[in-house]
């Protein structure tokens, strides 16, 4: 999330009582957990597995609850006690939770021949382009930004929060999201789909792309252009789906993920790693349609191999 303004470090040390060590930079821009970092972000970490991941990353300031560690790049520094807790402080300053007091907020942007039917809820500082047909009550959360020529169908919910938790041992911290959802043109999207805001960036559905009914696609997904998934498919956070790719019924796509250009994924496949693209996936886990086939009829054959060796 870019703040869209200059934020001083003791801006910062104020917020959330931390003590600064000093490196390159004096203040931020942004604000974004480490799979979204860029030039003038604060990030935080938390864990020694990822000091040196979040250390050498594009971040200018890490909030980090360790002074002496490797700092090759001479980040700034925020020693914190509990560096996840602050960073959800950060987040909840600089985007505050805000309520609505109507169904349509007034800071929403809709464009010409925009038709919301009954019971739609347009949240704070949405924009919605023209020609665009939002269907009933479907909920759009703050901040998020559809193209033109946008069909969304009954009941879907676009823009809730990640499924994102630390683990306290009593309980779950939950980590607020501050990201978008950005659909772009023609885009449609069936009912009762689920699309979920980033943790700090974009979730993104890409010109041309179709959804249909019961889909759930998780938190800083992006998703090319001119893709076709269908009913109750679900996609995990952060995974990249690029151009032109077809995901049919009921399959499901861990997180952090590319499926490349033009695959194409059989229904109720199980995707646990990276696919390239050009080439058809099927079964669980997913993997080329005609070896999976093969597989299958070699396993057919395996009752009849057994009684033969009898």
Not at 40 to 69: R, W
Not at 252 to 279: H, N, P, Q, W
Request: aromatic content about 6%; overall charge neutral.
């Amino acid at each position: 999330m870019k703040l869209g303004r200059i934020v001083p470090l003791n801006k910062l040390q104020k917020i959330i009582e931390v003590d600064i060590i000093e490196g390159e930079a004096d203040s931020i821009d942004g604000i974004n957990e480490i799979h979204k970092v860029s030039e003038g972000d604060v990030t935080f970490v938390d864990h020694p597995k990822y000091y040196q991941k979040a250390l050498n990353s594009a971040a200018t300031v890490v909030i980090i609850d360790k002074a002496d560690v490797p700092n090759p790049l001479n980040r700034t520094l925020l020693l914190s006690k509990d560096p996840f807790s602050d960073y959800v402080k950060l987040v909840q300053y600089f985007r505050p939770f805000t309520p609505m007091t109507a169904n349509v907020s007034a800071t929403a942007t809709i464009g010409e021949g925009t038709i919301l039917q009954p019971n739609v809820i347009v949240g704070n500082h949405v924009s919605i382009g023209k020609n665009c047909v939002i269907h009933p009550n479907v909920v759009i959360y703050d901040h998020a930004i559809i193209g033109d020529h946008v069909v969304i169908h009954a009941n879907t919910t676009i823009g809730a929060d990640a499924f994102y938790y630390k683990n306290r041992g009593t309980h779950f911290e939950r980590m607020v999201s501050c990201g978008r959802v950005i659909i772009e043109d023609f885009v449609e999207i069936g009912a009762n789909c689920t699309i979920d805001k980033g943790v700090s960036g974009d979730t993104i559905i890409g010109a041309h792309t179709k959804i249909d009914n019961l889909g759930h696609i998780a938190h800083g997904v992006v998703i090319g252009k001119r893709c076709l998934i269908a009913a109750q498919v679900g996609i995990a956070g952060k995974t990249t789906i690029e151009d032109e790719v077809t995901i049919w019924g009921q399959a499901g796509i861990s997180k952090d993920l590319t499926i490349g250009k033009k695959a194409i994924i059989s229904a109720k496949s199980g995707v646990s790693k990276s696919l390239e693209g050009g080439k058809w996936y099927f079964g669980i886990p997913a993997r080329e349609g005609k070896k999976a086939h093969r597989e299958l009829a070699a396993l057919r054959m395996l009752p009849d191999f057994l009684k033969q060796r009898k």
